[in-house]
């Protein structure tokens, strides 16, 4: 029986097979012609079936509000020698589905061009299905290496695979700044370019030479967004305030504590001391720029950073002191909380759900969702106050780290090792969190910062297989390592069916 990632949360295989060959016909319930388009996108290039619809045809695709206890993404299929029934309460799961019926297929299925002498045989099964955590997320760092728009709808594909549901895309950041923002149009012509590139760690003191730059278009981004959501993805968007800004500031420097300075798009990795000012001009910037995002993204989680922020430029400033004073702060070191406060009632009025990035897990405003990363305990901390979390410790979802100590791995940022195993032995949901804390936990999702990391090969090799044990952790919840491994090994075919770059 074939092995499915993630693992479906009950699976029931029986003898014989449903064959889909030339003559299988899609037969379409009410709203289900998005789906049937997507099956028919993912299988035809390899299988060249049409999957026609008809009245009477063998494979039924359905919308039924009576399966809404399996929730959004949850399913159900039944195949049969003679039919397959795929039912959801909800589009996505019919998307969800689809993506098990591929992963069913032979992995020949997955090609990209024309398989000929496989039979396509689906197993007889019923399968009932629906994830344990609703967020299962993945981010790509494309401000430190831009990758264009054809390489993220790949991306998205391989996502979509997995069961993925939110694509984390960090736009911004001190190297480099990626969406075009009608209003200030140097944010992507001065800030989507730098000199050169920190080879080597941060504080390594020597750099590349070599350019490096690019910019999405609006509707290349929009376009993105309606590729993910037909694979059942939202694209979140990240614009970093009021740290991790060099890019920007490179562009338009009143933003800054030092109008006068000329800084260049940072060359450098590490934390970055320039930050926003909080100035009134500054907020109207933020504003039409998240104006802007909102247009762009319908996501309903917009994420603005946040996180490794220093205070020094404002204790330094009059300015940012008098406005410390004015909105009552006991200092400037205050004012991060402030803005973050200042931004998240804008996006909140505007129906939307800040995410933060939580540097202790309790100095974000109690409206953001909030992505814990630097310590497993800020997710309790963060639970316990009453914020939404999503799981992101680095020991266990970032995957810029090698994964293995082998010194032929390639570039990876230093510090840590974050294998399979560690990726898959990640629980989301801390070991003392109470049923209230626990029900706050949204999900988990992986990182890849992309400092060292320039190309789709390099990304893949990273991404694959860890992002798999992600994937199967916060979608079935199941912890047996030795059979997550067992079913790895199967679906390596699926990846390379693909022509995933995987760590082998
Ligand atoms: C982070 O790693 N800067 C969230």
């Not at 079936?49 to 399966?67: E, I, K, V, Y």
């Not at 200042?342 to 995410?355: I, M």
């Not at 791995?409 to 003392?432: F, K």
């Not at 893949?460 to 079913?487: I, K």
């Amino acid at each position: 029986m074939p092995t499915l990632v993630p693992r479906p949360t009950e699976a029931a295989f029986r003898a014989g097979h449903f064959t889909l060959d030339r003559s299988t016909t899609l037969r379409l319930g009410a709203g289900t012609e998005p789906a049937a388009e997507l099956l028919r996108d993912l299988l035809t290039p390899a299988t060249g079936l049409s999957l026609r619809p008809s009245p009477d045809g063998q494979f039924t695709l359905a919308l039924d509000p009576g399966l809404g206890d399996l929730g959004e993404e949850g399913y159900v299929l039944a195949v049969d020698p003679h039919a397959v029934l795929l039912r959801a309460a909800h589009p996505t799961g019919l998307l969800r589905g689809i993506q098990t019926i591929r992963q069913l297929l032979p992995p020949q299925a997955l090609s990209a061009i024309p398989q000929r002498g496989t039979r396509w045989l689906l197993p007889c099964a019923d399968i009932t299905d629906s994830p344990r955590h609703p967020w299962r997320g993945a981010m790509l760092d494309v401000a430190r290496h831009f990758q264009p728009v054809s390489y993220l709808r790949r991306y998205v594909d391989l996502l979509a695979l997995h069961k993925i549901s939110v694509f984390h895309l960090h736009l911004t950041d001190d190297q480099g700044w990626r969406m075009p923002i009608a209003a200030f149009p140097k944010l992507t012509e001065i800030g989507g370019n730098r000199a050169e590139s920190q080879k080597g760690p941060a504080g390594s003191g020597t750099y590349d030479g070599n350019p490096h730059g690019g910019a999405y278009t609006r509707a290349e981004l929009a376009d993105l967004v309606r590729y993910a959501a037909a694979r059942g993805v939202t694209v979140m968007p990240e614009i970093e305030m009021p740290g991790h800004v060099r890019a920007a500031l490179a562009a338009y420097p009143q933003l800054g504590n030092h109008p006068e300075r000329t800084l260049d798009v940072w060359t450098r990795w590490g934390v970055c001391d320039t930050v926003l000012g909080v100035h009134d001009e500054v907020l109207d910037f933020c504003r039409t720029v998240l104006d802007e995002v909102m247009d762009v993204f319908p996501s309903p989680y917009i994420h603005v950073g946040g996180e490794e922020c220093p205070t020094a430029e404002w204790t330094h400033s009059a300015a940012a002191r008098e406005r410390a004073a004015a909105a009552g702060l006991p200092g400037p070191s205050a004012l991060h909380g402030w803005f973050l406060g200042q931004v998240g009632d804008f996006l909140v009025r505007h129906g939307r759900r800040p995410v933060g990035w939580a540097e202790t897990g309790a100095e974000l405003p109690l409206d953001f969702t909030v992505m814990t990363w630097r310590d497993s305990s800020h997710t309790l901390t963060a639970a316990r106050r009453g914020h939404p979390v999503v799981s992101a410790n680095h020991r266990a979802t970032y995957l810029d780290y090698a994964q293995s100590d082998d010194p032929h791995e390639p570039p990876a940022q230093p510090g840590a090792v974050v294998d399979l195993r560690a990726v898959h032995g990640h629980d989301p949901v801390p070991e003392d969190a109470d049923a209230d804390m626990a029900g706050r936990v949204l999900g988990t999702q992986a990182q890849l910062w992309t400092e060292f990391v320039t190309t789709p090969a390099h990304i893949e090799y990273l991404t694959y297989p860890r992002l798999c044990a992600l994937a199967d952790r916060g979608w079935s919840g199941a912890t047996d390592w030795a059979a997550f491994r067992s079913r790895l090994g199967e679906h390596t075919a699926r990846l390379d069916a693909l022509g995933v770059q995987h760590r082998p």
